[in-house]
């Protein structure tokens, strides 16, 4: 099964919680909008309603003030309003009206619903203020004998401006006055004021359980459908009773269709949202997938790594948030397993050579002592022999010769035993170099002066051929031990009568120090081991001419020890040794 990584599970949880929210959003548009905003928008009429039946109970009459607040209720709530009495008469059907005072001192009322959902913007055009002279053409309705006269104008001239209305209508009422009050909408537009009429017909006169309950000074609300336009209203009915004690009821005619064409808008409006919302869901769902998922990533990769040891951490993660803290702490954690992984490594390395150094040290004791016994065991058995001989009294001619071997073994023992001694403080690490500035070829010369007895002995002549020599830092002690066994090794293995050559070099930064003797060739897969303790080229190991076998052995430890480079090489006619020394 093929493994998913975080970011498409974050990508997928993300989409799916958006589309949740969606879908959440359009199944309650669908199902609950339109009771939710039938009951938000009849709550708010009911409320209102309530408050102006509170104000209009106490005016006396219906007056200015009555007009604007029935004016402002329904502007604010965009519904009709008509004030009625219990039998269904009518006392202010429109409070957008115009009231002008003729000659005679009598007020007419214009009312302006009607005329403004034809000639709105005309009529604003015109600028009708308090005190303008109006020429009003309309039709007259009777006076009810606690209101003024009514005229529902068909057109309204004012002096010096343009008429505004139709005068194609039949017998019209003339009127002209001066404008005493004007209440015009804030709105461009005005509802239908004939579904106001509708209803008022439909409704009145009131059924006797509606009647009862209205004289309870109970609010009346149903819904009433408008048979010719099929629209849905809620008609709203609050009775307000006056200080006379005479009920009249405000009439109220709110439409449902502005919630329907809302929630219609709405659905098509959520579709084409829907569709963009859903684009820039997956890619506000990717972003984010990626914003969160990228240093999750990068902290996974860190810790994979670890696990393979690697502790080569890039630096933390620079978020001021759990991911940063969690980042820094991780980085914390890699240096400090990685000081304490390579300090145990070091550990472990320096346990390994330490291990096998002891093991190397066990078997060179164990080389040393088999060699030394061995070594030790032909001059002792010699001297015993001889010694004996001493005890057993032979004759005076041959103690001289008795005594003079037991004295030449004596000093061999003495040379092998300082010759295993001295090896053995070079490997002990104890010896400390004390390094001084000298020059190789007087040091060469000091050793030559004291062996040549030696040189004399079998005929030998040693040559120092100094070439640009240079001073050389070194332990004079130690370095003085090496040519003598370099010149002693020289004497040993030279052709009687051959000379010893001993060169010295300067080159830039190294002196090279050589010596060559004319003799037999050491065997080339015999070269490195002539460095070895108690090695010998004789393989009969003839002590006249062996030596202890320890000197070259002495010459690696104390050159080791200064760091300089040597070698052994065969040349055409003997063997050449060379030291590389670094100035």
């Not at 709550?43 to 004016?71: D, W």
């Not at 959520?270 to 984010?288: E, Q, V």
Request: net charge negative; hydrophobic share 40%.
């Amino acid at each position: 099964m093929r493994k998913r990584g975080v970011t498409f599970k974050l990508f997928v949880m993300t989409v799916v919680c958006f589309l949740c929210f969606y879908g959440m959003i359009i199944l309650s548009q669908l199902l609950l909008f339109d009771n939710f905003y039938q009951n938000q928008k009849t709550n708010r009429v009911e409320k209102q309603l309530k408050n102006f039946a509170l104000s209009y109970a106490g005016e006396q009459s219906i007056g200015s003030t009555v007009s604007r607040e029935a004016a402002r209720f329904m502007l604010r709530n965009k519904t009709q309003l008509a004030i009625v009495t219990l039998d269904g008469k009518v006392k202010l059907d429109d409070p957008f009206q115009i009231k002008l005072k003729k000659d005679d001192g009598n007020l007419v009322v214009l009312p302006l619903s009607l005329f403004m959902s034809q000639y709105g913007d005309q009529l604003r055009a015109l600028g009708i203020q308090a005190g303008d002279p109006l020429t009003i053409q309309g039709e007259g309705d009777m006076d009810d004998g606690s209101y003024s006269d009514q005229i529902y104008p068909v057109s309204i001239y004012k002096r010096g401006s343009i008429q505004v209305g139709d005068l194609t209508e039949g017998d019209l009422t003339t009127i002209s006055g001066t404008v005493t009050e004007i209440i015009l909408p804030d709105i461009k537009s005005i509802q239908r004021q004939g579904l106001l009429f509708e209803a008022l017909e439909e409704w009145f006169p009131l059924s006797p359980a509606r009647a009862e309950k209205l004289k309870r000074l109970e609010m009346l609300e149903e819904e009433w459908t408008d048979s010719w336009s099929g629209i849905r209203n809620t008609v709203i009915i609050q009775p307000a009773q006056q200080s006379a004690g005479n009920i009249d009821l405000l009439f109220t005619v709110t439409s449902l269709q502005e919630v329907s064409d809302t929630n219609e808008a709405l659905r098509w409006f959520y579709l084409y949202l829907g569709i963009g919302g859903f684009a820039l869901i997956l890619i506000l769902s990717l972003s984010f997938s990626k914003l969160v998922t990228r240093p999750l990533i990068s902290l996974n990769k860190t810790a994979e790594r670890m696990v393979h040891l690697d502790f080569s951490v890039q630096l933390p993660i620079r978020q001021n948030d759990e991911l940063g803290s969690l980042s820094n702490s991780l980085f914390t954690m890699s240096q400090n397993l990685d000081v304490a992984l390579r300090e145990l490594k070091e550990a472990n390395q320096q346990l390994v050579e330490d291990m096998e150094h002891k093991q190397r040290m066990e078997i060179v004791q164990q080389d040393f002592f088999a060699n030394a016994s061995h070594e030790l065991k032909t001059p002792l058995s010699i001297i015993k022999g001889f010694a004996e001989g001493l005890q057993d009294r032979v004759s005076a001619g041959k103690q001289d010769h008795y005594v003079k071997v037991i004295i030449e073994e004596s000093e061999k023992m003495e040379t092998l035993v300082k010759d295993m001694l001295d090896l053995a403080k070079l490997e002990s690490g104890t010896i400390k170099l004390r390094k001084t500035t000298f020059l190789l070829s007087e040091l060469i010369e000091n050793v030559l002066d004291k062996m040549v007895h030696l040189l004399e002995k079998k005929r030998l002549k040693a040559v120092i051929i100094p070439v640009n020599e240079l001073p050389i830092n070194a332990d004079f002690g130690w370095m003085e031990q090496v040519v003598f066994n370099f010149v002693t090794n020289a004497i040993r293995h030279a052709d009687e009568g051959s000379p010893i050559t001993l060169y010295i070099t300067g080159l830039e930064r190294t002196t090279i120090f050589s010596i060559e003797n004319k003799g037999e060739q050491i065997p080339e897969e015999q070269l490195g081991t002539i460095w070895e303790r108690f090695y010998r080229a004789e393989l009969s190991r003839n002590r006249q001419t062996g030596g202890t076998g320890l000197g070259l052995s002495i010459i690696q430890s104390i050159l080791d020890k200064h760091g300089f480079h040597y070698r052994a090489e065969n040349t055409a006619d003997g063997v050449r040794f060379m030291v590389m020394i670094e100035t």
